[in-house]
Every structure is written in C-alpha cells, then in structure tokens.
C-alpha cells in the first residue's frame, strides 16, 4: 500500500522480455516487494508487436520507440532484452537518462564495450543487472554456504560444463550466434559455466582456453555456404585465486543435452554434485559420514533452502525456471531500495565477459593467461 | 483490454491461497487467458490478516466476513481454501450465491457432503473446480496421450503411489488429519493417487482396501495420548473398467518422501515411469525400439509437450508447483469461457472422495468393494 | 591342501547348473571354503548333452542316468538344476542316499511337496539349500544389519517388488510357467520378493493377495488357444509379526523391465530404497542428519559391505549376478562344514511356498488369511 | 579334452593377483576356451606367501624365485602382478624365456622402458597383454559399435573421466604413487581415460596437458613432511585425428568418487553417456527418435551385447568388475590361440604410456603437443 511505486519499461518480448514479465509477475506475490512494481510500459520492433505485447504481459503501455520510453521520466527501470546487439545502446541510453537498467545477457560483444557501460552506470549512479538467473537458485546459495562454511573442507578441484544442443542441424543457417564479433559458445553459454564457477570458488586467476569450431560452415541464406570461425565447444582449465584447480566446458552441439549447466565441487572432507537438469537437487558426499554408510545423498530443495520457501512451505515441490528469474529480480529491487548489495551488476557482467575474452584469447595464443 | 473482467474472491491465505493467487498472477502473463483478471477481494479469519495478505498477493480489497464477499455481486468467481473442515458451507454458499466455486482438496470429508455440493452446482448451473494439481503436469497430459493413442499397447498393469513423510514423527500432537471424518491418509494423498490412475487408464470398477494406522495414539495437547483411528498408511488393489489390474498405494509416514507421487504403466507394447520427485521428466519404453537399444528413455519436458512452451520456449529448463497450479487456474478459465469442459469439477471430486470411502469401507470389511 | 575334499554330483547343465558351476569356480578362489569342491559328475538328460556340458563346466565325468549319479557313493551334494517337474523325485532321491541336497528354487510345485522335501531332508539328517540368491548380496546383508541394529528406528511400512518381463508377448506358446500346478507368476517371481520381505522384516503374518491373470490364452502349438489360468501379476497386502504392514507385487509382465527387485522400507528413524537394477547400491535416508543437509544418500558396495571385499578391495567396482551365486554355495559349505546354520535350507523353502500358496488362496477366496 | 594345455605362472597375490586367478576360473567355465589352463605356479615374495595363496587361488606350485619360474619350460604365460617397479625386469625375462606375458598397467614407469618391452616382445614373438580391464566391458563394445557404425553420426566431442578418491587424505603418507618417476594420478587413473577415448574414437593427435599436484607434501614417514611433485589431478584437451575434439580428466581426490570412469560422446546424430558407477548401462539419445519422445534411453546390459549372454542368458542381472577380467584373460586366450589379434598388447601399453607423458610434458611446457 505505502510501498513506493517502481515503474518498469521493458524493451523486447521475446524469449527473455516474456520471462522478465512473467518473473515480475511472481516476485510482486511471492516476495515481501520493497516497491509497487507497475508493468508501465513495453517498447518493441513495432507499434502492434508492442501494443499486443503489452496486453499479453500485462503493461499499461505500448511503444515503438524506445528511445521516448528510455527518456520518459515515469519510467524507473529499464530492462533490455532485445536482440543482443542492441544491449550496449540501449543500456547506455537508459543509463544516461538516470535510469536502472536490468540487461539481459551477453552485456556486450566486447569487453571493452562492457566495460563502457559498467564504467557509464557507476558514473551516472544507477544500479544495474544482468540476467545470471542460474545463479538464483536456492541449491545454488546452498552450495556456496556450504562452502564457505567449510563443509567441504579445502577446496580442490572443481568442473563445470554448461551444454546444450540447439546448434546441432549443420544445415541451419549462419546466425548472429556464429558472427566473428560477440559469438560463439563460450559467450553464450560458457559465461553461465563462469559465472558459476566464479560464485561457488572465488575468482579465476588463470586460464587456458581451448575453443573449437565443429560445424567449419553453415549455410548462408543464399545458396552458399559461409565459413564459421567462433566456437561450438570451447574449454577451459582454470586456476581459481585460492589455489583449487578446475575446468569448465561450453557445447552447443552437445546433442540430446537441453539444460546440462553441472558442477562437481571436490574438498578434502566432502563433495558436490549437481546438475540444472534436476535443479531442485544438490548432491552431497560427507566424509564425516560413518563409515560403510557414507555416499552422496540427493538433499532436495525446500523450505530449508531460502528463498524456496517463499514459493511453497512443504519441501520436494520444486520450483521452475521462471521462478529463477522471480528470485532474480527480487534481488534486483532489493538492492534498489539499498537494502542489500546488487546481486550480479554491469561490473560483475564486465568481469565474465573478461574472463570469456581471456579464454578465448588463450585459446587462440595457445598459452595461458591471466584473467585481468 | 476488450476481454470481459473476472472478478475473483478468495477465502484463506495459507499454502494453497497464496498458490492460488501466485497462479492467476502467472496465468494472467503466460496464457492467453478469456478474462481479465481481477484479484477482488480477499477473505480472512480476521481483518487484519486478510488486509495482509490482500496486500501481498495483489487483492484489491479484504475482509472477514467471507459470507458477505460471497454474497457480493462483485464477485464471479469464489476461491475456496480455508480450512478443510469448512469447504462445504462455503463453496454451497458460494453456489447458492450463484457464483462459480473453485475448492481446493478435498471437496468435504464425506461422500455424501460431496454429492451435495456436487448437485448444488449442476443445479445451480455454476461451473467448479477442485484443486488436483499434479494432472495439470505437461507429462501427465503426455501419458495419457501416449496411452490412449496406443503408443503401450494395451495396457495390463498400473502401480502408483503417493507418499511424503510430514506425520512420521509419532510425538507431534494429533490433528484435524487424525479426525475419524475425512481424515487419514487416503483421502489426503490415496486421493491424489486415484485421480491419477483414474486420469490416466479410465475407470476403476473394483478395489480392494487395506488402510493402516501405524502410529496407534498421539498426544492430546494436554499431557494425555489420544487414540488415532485413521490411517498412516493405504493400499488397494485395483480393476479399472478396460480389465486392466493395478494398485495405490499413499503414505505420510514415507520417512524421507517428500512428493513421491509415482506411477508406472506396462502395457503390451510400452510401459511409463514418473516420479513427482522429477516431474518435468516421463520415462518411456517402447518395445518397438531396436533389438541392443532398448531401454527406458528419459523425455524432458520441452514445448513439443503443451502447455510448457508457454512458460518457456527452450526444453529442459523445468516448470515448478506453482505453475502446475496455474495451468489448473487456466483450464478452469476456459472452461468458465465455454471453450472447454470443467477439468476437474466437483462431480470428479465426488468420484475421488467416493473411492476413497470405497477403499476405506473395503479395508474395514476386509472385501472387495464395487466403486459404483 | 589338507581340506577334505567335497564331490559335487550336479543335475541340469541350462542357465542355473551352469550358474552353480561358475559358483563354484569362483567361489573356490575369492573364498577360504573348509572343502576341496571338486566337480565330480554331471547329468544330463543325454549322454552326449551331459558330457559336452562337463567339459565346458569342468566336470571329472558325465551322465545321462541321474538316479546311477545320485546313488554313488563317490558324491557328496547333488545340485538338481533340471526342470522344476523333477526338483521333487530328484531330491528326495537324494536325500534318500544321504547326500546334501542344493536344489533350485522352486523346491516344488505345492507346498505339500515342499513340506515332504523338506522333512525328508531333516528326518534323514542332510543339509539343504533352495537357490535364492538376491539375499546373498551384500546389500541385502547391510539393509538387513541396518534394521536390525535399529538404525531405521522402528519399522512401519514396506514395499516389495519383483518384476520382469519375458512373459509380455501374448503370442509366446502356453508353457510350464502357465501350468495350474505350480507355475504363476507368484510362484516364480514373487517368491523372490516375499523371501526378501521375511529376510530384511521377520515373519509375515497375514496376507491378503490379488492374483491377475493378464493374458488369458495362448497359443496352445497346435493352432488353437488355450486358457491360461495362472497369474501374470499377483499382488499381496502384508502384516509382518512385528507390527509392520507392507505389500509385494510381482508381475513377469512388466514391459521393459529385466530384474526389478525392488524395496522400500520406511522406519520412525530412517528409510532404506533398493532396486536389483542397480545391486552394489543401497540407498539410505537419515532423518537424524542435520536439517537442510537431509536426502538419501547412495551407498556404494565396498570392503565394508562383507563379503564384498573378498571379491574387490577396492569399493564401487561391482560385483556380477554370478558373484551373488558364488556367496550362495559359500554359505552353504560353511553350513555343511557346520560353522555356520544352512542360509536359506528346504524348511525355508517350504516356507516360502507355504507363502505363496496363502497367497493365491487368499485371491482366489478373497480374504485375508494367516500364514499359519 | 583335446584342448591344448596352457600353463600359467603368476607372479604376484595382491589385488590384481587374485584377479587374474580368479578371472581364469571364471573364464575356463564361461568361455569356451581354445586351451585347457593350468594354474601352474605362482611366485611371491617369501615362499611361504607364495603357498598359502597358491592352495587359496588353485596353483599347483608355488616358488618364492620368480626367475626360475620364468625360466622353466613348464610355464607357457607369464603374468605379472609385482608391484609397478618390477614390471619392465619380470616382463623382459619372461619374453627373453620364449612366454607370452600379461602385465598389470602400467607397463612401465618411462614410454621408453615400455617402448624396450614391445620391442623385445616384438622382437621375441611372443604375445602380450596389459590389463586394460575397463575395455572388456560389453557395454563399450556396444558404444564402440554404435559410434563405428554411424549410429550417432559424426562425432562431434568428447569427455572422458576417471575419478576415484584413495588419496584423499593428506595425511596418509608418502608413497610409490607420488613417486616422480612413474607416478601421479594421469599415469595411474589417467591411462585409463586415455585408453577409453582411443578405444571409442581413434587416434589422439594433439594434447594441451594440466597436471595438478593438490596436496603439496606429505608425510615422509619419519615425522617429516615431504614434497610432492606429481599429479593429484589431471586434464587435457584432446584433438582426435578423426577432427573431434575432447577432453580428459583424472583425479585420486575426487571425494566421494570410487569409481567414475565416465565418457561423453555427441555426434551430429545422437550421443552416449556411460559411468562405470553404472558399468552395466549405456546411456543412448537418438536423434531419429520422435519429436516429444526424444531422450537418452538406458540400455541395459543383455544377450544382445556380447559377450553378456555367456555369463548369464537373462538380460538386466550384471556382471562384475571380475568378469571383466574373466573377458580380457579369454581375448588374450584367442590372441594365443591366433584366433583373434591382440587386445591390448605391450605396442597399445606403449601408446598409452606415451600419451600420459605427452600429455605432462605440455603440462609442463604449457604448450600444446603432437602425440607423437
């Protein structure tokens, strides 16, 4: 009632826009909101797409002009979730206009252009997100609690692989996923792989990167064939600041894999498994069990796990990939009302892009590298 | 914006309440829903309550007199999920209003009050709803696609099960689940088990009862046991009409259980394996596969199952509880928009509560029971 | 060395004579047995059958007259692997010439069989043994250790299943299996499934059965049909002596189902799940780990599971179904060497097929009825 | 009967002694074997040791002095079972006698001493085997087949892993795995993973090596600490000839893993997933499978995989990590029998062996490198 208002104006209704909406949807039920969020207005490629947009999801109004929605003073937030070349223009214009800006993944093609926008936001003092939204999952807050809270012991080896199989057909055309500029799988998918690997450990040191172009060329659209360069699985072994070893994996050719983002996290008293295919499960090996008693036990996601009780009271209901996205904008506002920190900001996003970058560039240069 | 309003009041803000509100906030975004929406009004045990959770899950206005919000002609429709023991006088309430009454499980605690209900509405000419969830699943719709399009041959046995663990512990205080009307397991998750069966193979014409009471005496709550005549645990054996054999079976002393509502189908040419536990996952065999490559195959939920790909357009990425709760409200829109039948009306509730007395009625007389 | 020697007489060469062969074989090597087995005679129902049998199974000499075999002087066990139809007149010739007896289950096709078998054997002073040889996994030992110990708390509940099927094409010829006497699912797999019940929970007391048959002719190998009367899915709810209820099924049926030798056994304190499929595994949930840390954990068979470690040192490497076998006719040594009581002797037998005939007695009068 | 005699001597009782022992045992009843085996001596270390595990694993003879085993013309195999520092002399002496030898991996601490023992056995002409057990598994032959035959397309990438968890402890102490020379988990675990990925996808050509030593010293055992320089854990990037692309990983501090010797394969038709924690099983996802019945379908070892049907004609009942062995002594019988090639001989240890050290001097050199 006396919460104060929060007017959102969202750019793009695709995939991500509809998730955004959707998540808001169930944040303003779900969680004790610190604002009264109001679906003001949705911006997309034309007036109808936008007007029937905004009817379906829920805004109160419909445009084709982004750049009027970005400027509007009754607009609070902004959130991008256009096609991702337009991330970078769109971010900075929000950010110019005193806007917070919510911008979906990738922030950039290039570091350098993420850099710019991380640098523009902390300028002008906004606040800003970027959609990690596997990183809002309660089993993974466990995880990391567990970690730190020494569960595990030290820390010693780690693997994460993030893979899926939506670039299989070799007879699908040539997409803004193959070009040279911002593509490839280790962007696309391995930033998730990173980001994980980042929020469980602590920060990567080192890196070698191995990106490979399977599908050496798809079709061009015209007849031909066009040559691809960028990478349809990419690895990386890494060196994390605190001394553990790991590797990550990115696949986009990884056929029958629709949501393989997993981990196995190793310590000297204890172990982690988990995989985004069973997300509401996280698996534990403690060597403190007794002995001829002792395995990995499946821990299912409830109430226990914050914030999975918000959702539902009883455990092993589990919750759904929107629900992710519900938790994800939660944080976002509560580090709006400055209640909390921002939970993955254009700074953090600059960072994963970096680390893809140095990977990539290792892989290239065929060395190792440092991260920064 | 041209869709007629739908002005929806709700009495209770528990679990099932807040589910209740959680699903028409996602509907309202991930459907195309008939209506527009209105949360009206929320109804409490006291004012004060209902104004908080009217403000938390979006109603516009709340009060404590849930008899005059049904009375209300502002209100379409009546949510029903105050406590089991007053689900009758509010939904016929609700019905002599004139109103279409969604009740959450189970419609009364017994048959007969059912029936009532059941009548009051046909004859009232309102439309209703029961709150049986789990059928609202994506793989739940596909078994029964895969079943009645031949996909297992005929089939020639069912097992299913429901089973959590929230009354394994012996010295927690007896409770309105204990009480020898309407309580006991059966008719709290048995009921889930047969609606399934039910849903999937047909008819059951015949059971066999064995419902037991494992934990023989609770604490009274004034330093006394109380005797517990109601069962922990159910079994019975079932005929469905098409000759088929099968069982369920529901327990709330699982130790460790927390959702297993489980079924598996064999048929002459395929069989089915779900567990709640993974519900986005349904387990097919299929003895047309080839000689070596048997095996039971894990399908993933994806969008080639409707309804998931309105909440997500890539598969694997999972729906949670709460969206199954949304598909539910969904269906019971389009049914109140005449473009579908009643998913699950109170006429189906009475069939669940009546083989549940079924069942129960059979284990006293140690006999087989026809369902009629 | 200084072993007294063991001369073993071995009837039937099919899938279980070679089975007790190759137990042998290896038992002789993973285990310290108190005799010198030696492969003495084996009968088969042509010479020629028998003598290739011999070479490929390593026995000294063979036979086509078992009744010569059995009577010589020279043997010391007789293994009757034939056809179910001869268990009966084989054994009991056995017993007749004092010779230990290790007969395949079942023992005989009624009880009153069974029960002439085995007083035969106790009246005339031989060892005896039915092959039942899921209970000879060590995780069937640990389960049993776990309950015992109380590690469960007190038992409450149980499920059992044995499931198969490689009767589920209906155009197979009517066979042995299907014969009124003696053959039925029940019988052959469900067997399997009440003797685990009684081996991890003690007597069972009272059953009620529900036997099915499925498919209810076939191909009679003359071009007609003819009837099939036995059951090809047989149900039966439990009460063990201790209180605790439980069910079985067993079905040979079950398409795409191979060894489904399934229990779940749910305690005040704990829960234990199993399934054959997956044997050197046993599952466990504690309800006394730390909250948010519960799940059932997955025991892998080691060194700690005996007699695991006289196979493998090394644990999660897995021992075989024949492994199982070799445990088997270990424990039988050890029982004719007299350090140790007969595993699972005629009188236990006999048990189990008193069991099963209460059972099916049960369905056909559709009572419960004590086991006696 | 007419078989030709195969006299065996053993060198060594520990843990790969007995299996061999009991693989012969298992092997002579489950194959038909082109050779009647004589378990003729076995040699350990004190002639006592030598006896007692002659009489407890079927040796007629027993020697503390290998090398007069070696030389005696009785012997037809040599099998070495010492521990690693003495397979290169056993195994040389034994090939200058004139035997054929079975050695335990690893061959030999340095590719160069393994390239001397497949030259000289070469040179020789004498057979050899080197016990590479994981490969004996049905379920690779089918994998093997099925990528072979075209059935998963082009092989796009590749994971393998072999992780187990018996150096956890740190303080356990010094010993011949962390030796330098010879030691170190991509030698000991690793060669596993590498041989696995040649066996399924051809020749490596390429490797990016990350060798890891996790815990940096160890007890000496004199109350001292001593460093450790060898691997704990170990990747590589792999480039096969055939273009795939993969990696390797190998780890003794995988906590919890006992035995996950896993693999990955995804072509542009469909993948396989495999873990030995599972080894009776294989994992197939076809992309020909119908739309909204796709996933990855568990085979289940069967008659239909070969050799399966000779341990047991019922599909679904598993072999043991000993019948793996039982597989890999028959392959090497038909080898000697010239009946079939080499499975594994000292010219494939020898591969291996140099792909382990390739794969540490990139490590080293932090450089990719040419296999050969």
């Known amino acids: 009632m006396s919460k104060p208002a929060l007017r959102i104006g969202l750019i793009g209704s695709g995939f991500m826009g509809k998730a955004h909406a959707f998540a808001y949807g ?14 003001h207005t949705l911006a997309d490629a034309s007036l109808d797409l936008a007007q029937r947009a905004a009817s379906a999801l829920g805004f109160a109004h419909a445009t084709s002009d982004w750049r009027a929605m970005v400027a509007d003073p009754a607009i609070d937030v902004v959130h991008v979730t256009a096609p991702n070349a337009f991330h970078k223009e769109m971010s900075l214009a929000a950010v110019a206009a005193g806007k917070h800006v919510h911008c979906e993944k990738p922030l950039a093609p290039r570091a350098s252009d993420a850099r710019e926008m991380a640098e523009a936001a902390e300028a002008r003092g906004v606040k800003t997100q970027l959609g990690f939204n596997y990183l809002c999952n309660p089993m993974l807050a466990l995880a990391r609690e567990m970690i730190q809270a020494g569960e595990l012991g030290e820390i010693r080896s780690y693997r994460g692989i993030h893979a899926e199989d939506y670039m299989t057909d070799a007879s699908a055309p040539f997409s803004f996923r193959n070009d040279p500029v911002g593509g490839g799988v280790m962007a696309d998918l391995g930033s998730h792989a990173l980001a994980t690997a980042e929020f469980l450990l602590g920060p990567i040191a080192r890196v070698m990167g191995d990106a490979v172009t399977a599908i050496p060329a798809r079709p061009d659209g015209q007849g031909g064939m066009r040559p691809v360069t960028t990478d349809d699985v990419a690895r990386a072994f890494l060196r994390f600041e605190s001394g553990a070893s790991g590797s990550v994996e990115a696949s986009w ?120």
């Not at 969680?31 to 009264?36: G, H, V």
């Not at 996290?265 to 534990?284: C, D, I, M, P, W």
Request: aromatic content about 12%; glycine content about 8%.
């Open 26 to 39: 169930t944040a303003a039920k779900v969680f004790d909101l610190p604002f009264e969020v109001e679906l």
């Open 253 to 372: 050719i990884a056929m029958g894999r629709k949501m393989q983002h997993d981990f196995e996290v190793y310590g000297s008293k204890g172990a982690l498994l988990f995989t985004q295919e069973r997300f509401n499960e996280l698996h534990f090996y403690s060597a403190d069990d007794v002995r001829g008693r002792q395995g990995f036990r499946r821990i299912e996601a409830g109430p226990a796990h914050a914030p999975y009780g918000r959702f539902c009271v009883a455990p092993g209901h589990q919750i759904g990939f929107n629900d992710l996205k519900a938790i994800e904008m939660a944080g976002f506002l509560d580090a709006l009302a400055g209640t909390a920190p921002e939970p993955f900001n254009f700074r953090k996003g600059l960072r994963i892009q970096e680390l893809v970058e140095t990977v990539l560039a290792s892989s290239r240069e065929e060395r190792w590298r440092e991260t920064t």
